[in-house]
Structure formats: C-alpha cells, structure tokens
C-alpha cells in the first residue's frame, strides 16, 4: 500500500549532545527521514529561541500526533538518563514514566550507537528490555536504517499471516498418519541434527505423501462440467502444502545427504506416485480427466526435483532421474507393472489445458505454465529454476533413443527469464561441465550442434509456446558460438 504523503507519520528525536560529530549524525539521520516521507521533530530545528526546554521535551514525548520517538543510545546518553543529569534526565524522566505507563508500547524505539568494552549495548536501565534498532556498526548501517523506516511506517519484512483454516486431517477422527507436512520437517530435522535414521524418516514421510496425495483424488461426473474448471484449481491449490513438503524433503536431501541411499529412496518415491496419473482400473473412458490434478502436480514435483539437485550440483543425479526407467504399477492398487521414462512425468492434462484454458472471451495459451509460474513461491528454487529444468528434461528427451517427447510448459515466460544459467556459465570447460554430466554432451560443438539440431527446431516450431522465447538469448547462443564456434547446422 502506498505511503499517504497528506498525512506523513511523525516522529521525536531524543538524543545527547555528547560531541559535534554525534549531533551531526542526528542531524544526518533527520535529514534522511524528512526526504523519506517522515515528518521529523528535532531540537536542532523545531526549538526555537526562548521557547522553554523542559516543556518541549514533555509535549512532544506525550503529543498524540507523534507515532515514534527515537532514542539515541549511546554512553553519554545512558549515563545521564540513569543519573537524571541535565536535559537528557529531565526527558528520560518523562519518557520512562511514559514507557511504563502506556498501553502503546510500540512508540519508543532505542537506537543504539555505541556499545561498551563488553560489546553491549549503551541503553538507560528504563530500556534495558526493549528490543532495538542497532546503527552501532556502520558496515550494516543501511540495513538498520531499512529496519527503521519500516518500523515507523508499520511494514516489516516478515508480515503476519492472513488466518487461514486448519487442516482437515486434524479433525478426521479415522486418520491415523501425521501428515506429510509434519513428516517433511521431521526428516529435515533428522539430517539437520544428525540425531535419529533419516532413511526411516524418510520412508515416513513417503507413506504420508502417498496417503496424503489419495486424499486429492477426484471423480469427474458430466454434471460438473460448469463447475469442473475451479473444482481443479481449487484440488491443486490445496496440494501445495503437499508440494512445499515435497520440496523440502528433496532439497534436503540434495543438498545435504550424498549417501546413494536417498537418491534410490527418492526414485522409488516417484516410482509410487506415478500411477496417480493413471485412471484406476474400475473406471469408465469417461473419467480420465479426474486424473487431471495428479498429471500437473506430477510435472510440477518432478521440475522441483530436476531444479533441486541441479542447483545442489548434484549433475550425476540430475542425470540418473532423467536416465532411470520408472519401473511402476500401471495403476495404483494393481500388480501389473510397466517401465516408464521421466517424460511420463509430463502428460497432458487434457481438460485443464483445454475447457479451463477459457478465461470469458480470452484464453491461457498454457495453463500449466501459468500455474507453474504463480505456484513458484519457494526462495531457494525460483521460477527460473523451474524453467531451465524444463528445458533440460526437453532436451534430454530429444537425445533419448525411443520416441520420448517433452513439452516445456514453462517456455512460456522464457522471454521474462532470459538467459539460462548452465548456458550462461559454459563459456569454458569448467562452466560447459555441468551439461556436459546432465546431458552427456562430450563437447561444446556438440552441445550446439544438438541445441541447434533440426529435431530441436522441430520439437520448438511444433510449441506454440515457443514465439514467447528467443533461442538466441535462452541458450547464449552468439557468445557460445564466439567462444566454441559456429556448428554447420546453426
């Protein structure tokens, strides 16, 4: 919300004269804040000649119309607020009597400038226990002036949250597995701590996962098909909890745990949920879009897979999850299996890129790319990530021998992305590395005549994703072909 310049905030400063450099910060500190947009009370220009001293300090200390008074702590300051000394005791009187009587207690804010010979804080007793701003050391001074300007306008960094409703799970009476969320931070808790088996966490929060994502399960009837389209935005947005403790688990994992045990661990995992996608065997042809929630978040959770041990560089593993043949149930609760590749992980979700692609009059040109974007609200993957990681997966399903196809839903905010990372980096053997493990590329000219390959083009054209991206920029085409040379096929 935009700061209202009609009715500015105002503050008081309370300070020491202690010496001439220190009453030129203030002066420097009010300076700042009046070209911030904050109505500064300082003595230095607000007292005028004969006005009386002690009644200033008192109306503005007590005027309503003050939101903050600052207090400029240093040790000249503390001593004569403890020794009521002077116009500092006289002020710290009235403050302190202030500090304890009122209700409001977010309107005094000590400042600290100096600390003692221990490294604490100079503070009058009557502050001791008040949280502070610290300007003590001038390195991290622009961030403690951050912090200020957001304390007085009332906008903090970390806001509370809007009270949303509490989990469902805990009021059915027939549930008896704590939820994967719960699961998530009891696993990252283990290999954080190194107290406890992360493997049996693990295995824990996979059940939970898989319990967890049943309760997802929808059945599509033709007298939904007004309401069809929200009842699916509606089932995924309730699934990204689900997806949060996913993220958790594997970035985790990549991150922190190199045994080979959780890299099969979790190959296993997506072995068991890929059979969601899948209508189970008793229903009719019918219903084949009540898997249409199932078919995003599998995307979704295999690009948050790719992205983590990528930028984990993790490459050998990024490689395995893309090489490995997902051996799984052909439908959940059923013994016959079949052999997958990853591109399994992204099938169409026929119904949410087609009738609920219609928005009135218009139409999304890629639902799931939408979602992917907005949904991408965890810092340590960003939607960039996401988007270099769909690519990877496009390319590495157009080396694969068979047939494989993958369709790069995020392509549609390439242009916004610009250049990939690893594409960005591989202008040398150490930054053409990571590709080269990724996608088996045995050299750069090699990685350029793939990207640059007639099939590639045709797998681009075919997109009608693909006007929103410039392959030039996306994979740094001109530096690379500068550094490395120019393929025939380019």
Not at 129 to 134: E, V
Not at 389 to 417: E, G, Q
Not at 455 to 471: E, G, Q, V
Request: hydrophobic share 35%; net charge negative.
């Amino acid at each position: 919300m935009a700061n209202d310049i009609t009715n500015p905030p105002r503050v008081f400063i309370s300070y020491s004269w202690t010496n001439d450099p220190h009453i030129e910060w203030v002066a420097d500190l009010g300076e700042r804040l009046m070209n911030d947009g904050i109505d500064v009370v300082l003595d230095q220009w607000s007292l005028k000649d004969g006005q009386d001293l002690n009644a200033f300090m008192e109306q503005m200390v007590t005027d309503p119309s003050i939101k903050r008074v600052l207090i400029i702590c240093d040790a000249q300051y503390a001593a004569k607020a403890d020794s009521r000394k002077g116009g500092v005791g006289t002020e710290s009187q009235i403050i302190s009597q202030e500090v304890y009587e009122r209700v409001d207690q977010e309107k005094f804010v000590p400042l600290i400038r100096e600390r003692d010979d221990r490294g604490e804080p100079w503070r009058p007793v009557f502050l001791k226990s008040r949280k502070y701003i610290d300007f003590s050391n001038g390195d991290v001074e622009a961030e403690a002036y951050d912090q200020l300007l957001r304390n007085i306008f009332d906008r903090p960094v970390r806001r509370k949250p809007s009270l949303g409703k509490p989990p469902s799970h805990l009021f059915d009476e027939t549930a008896t597995a704590m939820s994967c969320a719960q699961k998530a931070k009891r696993f990252v808790d283990v290999v954080s701590t190194d107290k406890g088996n992360p493997s049996a966490a693990f295995e824990d929060f996979a059940d939970a996962l898989m319990e967890n994502l049943e309760e997802l399960r929808l059945i599509y009837t033709h007298d939904q098909d007004a309401t069809w389209c929200q009842t699916l935005s509606e089932n995924i947005e309730r699934a990204r909890p689900i997806r949060n403790a996913f993220v958790d688990v594997v970035k985790t994992g990549s991150k922190h745990v190199c045994d080979s045990w959780f890299v099969d661990s979790l190959l296993s995992l997506l072995e068991r949920i890929l059979p969601f996608q899948n209508r189970p065997q008793h229903r009719g042809p019918s219903f084949e879009i009540s898997e249409d929630n199932y078919k995003f978040l599998l995307y979704e959770f295999f690009l948050y897979t790719v992205a983590a041990y990528t930028k984990a560089r993790r490459y050998v593993d990024s490689r395995t999850l893309l090489d490995h043949q997902y051996v799984t149930l052909e439908f959940l609760r059923e013994s016959r299996t079949r052999s997958y590749s990853f591109a399994q992980f992204n099938e169409t979700p026929s119904s949410l890129q087609g009738n609920c692609a219609e928005r009135g009059t218009s139409r999304h040109i890629s639902v799931m790319g939408d979602l992917l974007h907005d949904r991408a609200d965890r810092k340590s993957i960003r939607f960039s990530d996401l988007l270099q990681a769909d690519i990877i997966c496009c390319l590495s399903a157009s080396r694969a021998p068979s047939h494989d196809h993958w369709s790069p839903r995020a392509l549609l905010y390439a242009n916004r992305v610009g250049t990939l990372e690893l594409f960005a980096r591989a202008t040398n053997d150490p930054g053409f590395q990571p590709l080269s493990k990724l996608l088996d590329y045995a050299t750069p000219s090699e990685m350029l005549e793939h990207v640059c390959s007639e099939k590639m083009w045709s797998i681009w054209k075919r997109s009608d994703l693909w006007r929103f991206a410039d392959p030039d920029e996306m994979f740094n085409l001109s530096e690379l072909f500068r550094i490395w040379g120019r393929p025939k096929n380019a």
